[in-house]
């Protein structure tokens, strides 16, 4: 797998590719953004995608 790492001030991100086993923490971190913005086109829970739907995106 390939990936790309970036460090801003100080912190280091790593960008890769989303695989299977992603798919339980995809699930929980779109619900959680999805309520804590206003600024996304979804209420939280609106369109939800659960960890089997994750991984046939995936």
């Not at 001030?9 to 779109?30: P, W």
Request: aromatic share 8%; proline share 2%.
């Amino acid at each position: 797998m390939t990936h790309q790492e970036f460090s801003v001030k100080g912190t280091t991100y790593t960008i890769r590719a989303a695989v299977v086993t992603d798919a339980q923490n995809l699930s929980e971190v779109r619900w959680q953004i999805d309520g804590e913005t206003s600024h996304l086109d979804r209420e939280q829970g609106e369109a939800f995608i659960d960890t089997p739907g994750f991984e046939e995106l995936i």
